[in-house]
């Protein structure tokens, strides 16, 4: 199963050789830029009240709030299967997966927000379609085997991509990552002993997984990124230490976690070109469709359209929450100032 270790080797040589840092504007600049540089060197941690490259709190806020819309939206297609749960330990399953699904949400929302970007102004991306979050949930699940995969293989690549998150240069985006995996380990697991179950079940329960399987593992693949050659953000991300294993490396890492595990479950992965590479020490997988990848991150896979409208109508119906909210806190402020004077 994954690992909850911290100690991933560092891609040490590759961040050696990429320097790139903004101009500085001053010579006072220079010198907290010196000083970021230092600290970035010595594997320090970023602070919200430090000096950062504007650069630097760009790419997290977009890369926070990519990842952010990423758990909200992907509570939609679980949250479709509650009512229709097997039965009444799945669907209190389900229902705390979803839910962590949005507190993973809160928390890294609210670690964007520490880089001074509202709320407001990253769920306003979110809903105009301006945002990025991740390709994989623009798929339709269509059976309840969906669902153990989705625990099985979507929340395996999420883990392997997030547990060197948790040792990222920003700290509360690292904080955040370290209870994130935390839960997602849970729900890995969640996901693959429904699985082993059905696989025990009736021939129909195992065609069920199979299709699933079939339907998802591409898709998988992909969540890491782009292949590391068109991988734009990469070298940077990687100089500032938010990024400590590349796209490619990460997706191999997935690769030979998951084939075992396949194995025990008794499916097949739906690679012809998936063997075990004695030399590289890694399994060898077949070509993934780029072309199909970026469809779907530019707005044009099958679900995209409804999964946004979706969430804006959710939105929408929580206004009402929202103002309450705003109104008690009212409230209680002009009750403070009322007996302080
Ligand atoms: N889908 O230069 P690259 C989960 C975009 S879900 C869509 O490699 P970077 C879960 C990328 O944003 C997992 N877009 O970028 C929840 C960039 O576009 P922009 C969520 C993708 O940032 C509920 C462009 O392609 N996890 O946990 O260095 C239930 C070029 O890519 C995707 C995270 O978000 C994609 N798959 O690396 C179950 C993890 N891949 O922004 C599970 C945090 C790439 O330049 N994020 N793009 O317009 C990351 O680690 C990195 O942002 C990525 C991409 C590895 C995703």
Redesign the pocket.
Known sequence: MYTQSFSVPDEGDKQAALKTVPKPQSAAEAELQKRFDERIDADGRIEPRDWMPEAYRKTLV??IS??AH??IV??LP?GNWISRAPSLKRKAILIAKVQD?GG?GLYLYSAAETLGTSRDQMLDGLHSGKA?????FNYPTLSWADMGV?GWL??GA?IM??IP?CRCSYGPYARAMVRVCKE?SF?QRQGYEALLVMMKGSQAQREMVQDAVNRYWWKCL?????PDAD????AQ?TRWGI?RIS?DDLRQKFVDATVPQAEVLGVSLPDPDLKWNEARGHYDYGAIDWDEFWQV?NGHGPMNRERLATRVKAHDDGAWVRDAAVAHADKQKQRALKSAA
């Open positions: 977009r890369q990519q990842h990423s758990e992907g509570m679980e699904e993973h990025k979050y991740s390709s994989i989705i979507v929340d999420a991509n997030q998150l997602e729900h992909a969540m890491f990124g782009p991988s734009p953000n990469s991300g990024k796209n991150v």
